[in-house]
């Protein structure tokens, strides 16, 4: 008792102490940085990793329980990856993450039409394995801007989701790349506008990027917890950033090891391949034309399967329809031949769900571009 009542203390004097240094810096308004402190494996409960943060000099902004770690802001300068108590184990910053989308302009589509399917939909053979598998019941994640929770085209596939960037608060998006990506996974088979590749999943919204379509890797580590928590079997993270960083490695492998199948996007910017998207445990997916070639902007290096990924023609916010390209339009068109083969195949591991994709998937370039080929659903999902 007198051993922890010591301890107790001897982090309260050090806080004082440590604010108290830091007041000078805090009144000039010196710029914060957010950083990523994750903890040795010992060292899990929430309090003593708060306590340890603001030893540091700062207060924790929220918890990362899949990679124990909490997200902090410190004073510029005062937290290097080299200086940091026992108890840390590594120090990273808490880097930017952009969507991975393209809006074509004049895209939207503002009058309510007939349900047509969407050129890479239909390209993919999505069809051919609506009689027996519309992936239903399986539940697909977008890491994303949210889902316009009110579209009539998706209304009736949202189960759910979470906002990691204000928890508590909504998780509708208001972007517009969040929409677009869920309709090409699993917009409605209905009346009206189009329809996804696997139109009878479960769709959960993610809320991990603002209205800019930009977030923070700490948002996305987050994310993946939220989906692993609530047992998501399909996470598609329309995504990236070009840093490899070691908290966002190991989030993604935890999810992994959980059993969830995680597509990303490889990027849009002709060069190698982005992460999340180019860790191992994900599946990249890179863009290709009506054509069946690699489009040029289409990222390349380790990549697994391609998709179509240009003038793709999906939901988007207020009810409407529009067009966009990118990895971020080829990685949902993949997450969704993924619910039909879990629809097929419910115990399949990740790594089956895979396989099954790329060997029969249609080969159309060489793998650094378009790895195994274009995803076939119809053949995936036999």
């Known amino acids: 008792m007198q051993r922890m009542w010591w301890s107790s203390s001897f982090y309260r004097v050090a806080i004082v102490l440590v604010l108290v240094a830091l007041l000078p810096a805090l009144a000039l308004g010196q710029p914060m940085q957010r950083k990523i402190v994750v903890f040795r494996s010992e060292i899990n409960d929430a309090g003593q990793q708060e306590a340890v943060v603001h030893g540091m000099g700062c207060g924790g902004l929220k918890h990362l329980p899949l990679i124990n770690a909490v997200v902090a802001e410190f004073p510029a300068g005062t937290v290097s990856a080299q200086a940091r108590p026992f108890q840390v184990a590594y120090v990273e910053d808490d880097l930017p993450v952009q969507a991975l989308g393209l809006v074509s302009p004049q895209a939207v589509q503002q009058v309510q ?24 019941g399986v539940r697909v994640c977008t890491l994303d801007t949210g889902i316009d929770l009110t579209h009539p085209d998706l209304q009736a596939n949202i189960y759910g989701g979470y906002n990691t960037i204000t928890p508590g608060a909504s998780y509708a998006d208001d972007n517009g790349h969040g929409t677009h990506v869920a309709g090409i996974i699993a917009a409605c088979d209905n009346s009206i506008g189009v329809i996804g590749v696997a139109p009878g999943a479960n769709l959960y919204a993610v809320k991990v990027l603002d209205s800019s379509g930009s977030g923070y890797t700490s948002d996305i580590i ?44 490889a990027g849009n910017n002709d060069g190698p391949t982005l992460y999340p998207a180019a ?33 793709i023609r999906s939901t988007i916010l207020t009810g409407y329809y ?61």
């Open 113 to 136: 039409p007939a349900q047509a399917i969407p050129w890479g939909v239909k390209y993919i053979l999505s069809r051919r394995a609506w009689p027996t598998d519309t992936g239903a």
């Open 222 to 265: 987050e994310g993946l917890n939220w989906a692993v928590a609530n047992n998501m079997q399909i996470v598609n993270m329309s995504l990236g950033l070009s840093a490899d960083l070691q908290s966002f490695h190991d989030a993604v492998t935890a999810a992994y090891q959980a059993g969830v199948v995680l597509i990303a996007a």
């Open 279 to 311: 860790y191992p445990e994900v599946v990249s997916v890179a863009a290709t034309d009506m054509y069946g070639n690699r489009v040029s902007f289409s990222n390349f290096g380790k990549v697994e399967l391609s998709a179509p990924g240009v003038a």
């Open 322 to 382: 529009g067009r966009m390209s990118g990895t971020s339009m080829a990685s949902p068109h993949v997450a969704g031949v993924a619910a039909l083969v879990l629809a097929r195949h419910p115990g399949y591991t990740p790594d089956q769900v895979v396989a099954d994709m790329q060997s029969t998937a249609t080969h159309i370039d060489v793998a650094t571009y378009t790895g195994a080929g274009e995803v076939n659903a119809f053949l995936a999902s036999r």
